[in-house]
Nanobody
Framework: QVQLVESGGGLVQAGGSLRLSCAAS????????MVWFRQGPGKEREFVAR????????YYADSVKGRFTISRDNAKNTVYLQMNSLKPEDTAVYYC???????????????WGKGTLVTVSS
């Protein structure tokens, strides 16, 4: 069992930066790939970024590539999402998820956090 708690969301102006954190409980954190998703107002939940269990492989949605960076610290059971050059269209609730599969499909996550709201003003 893995419990996930996101933090770091808030209100930021366009062009600004935020760093989201996702703290995990459980001793098996390092065996899961971690994924960030987001859900904007009136939109479906969408993939943002994924990091392998070791941190050696990362993947990004085209919409955030070059602006967002996913990382993890297995010693601290935490995954991060550094978000730079934020745009109003990045406004969403951001969720972290853990998966034992080689996937970033929203339907193939094993555990979910409750999300943290990011609002980007123009």
């Amino acid at each position: 069992q893995v419990q996930l708690v996101e933090s770091g969301g808030g209100l930021v102006q366009a062009g600004g930066s935020l760093r989201l954190s996702c703290a995990a409980s459980g001793r098996t954190f390092s065996s899961y790939a971690m994924v960030w998703f987001r859900q904007g107002p009136g939109k479906e939940r969408e993939f943002v970024a994924r990091i392998s269990w070791s941190g050696g492989s990362t993947y990004y949605a085209d919409s955030v590539k070059g602006r967002f960076t996913i990382s993890r610290d297995n010693a601290k059971n935490t995954v991060y999402l550094q978000m730079n050059s934020l745009k109003p269209e990045d406004t969403a609730v951001y969720y972290c998820a853990a998966t034992s599969r080689r996937s970033w499909n929203v339907k193939e996550m094993d555990y979910w956090g409750k999300g943290t709201l990011v609002t980007v003003s123009s």
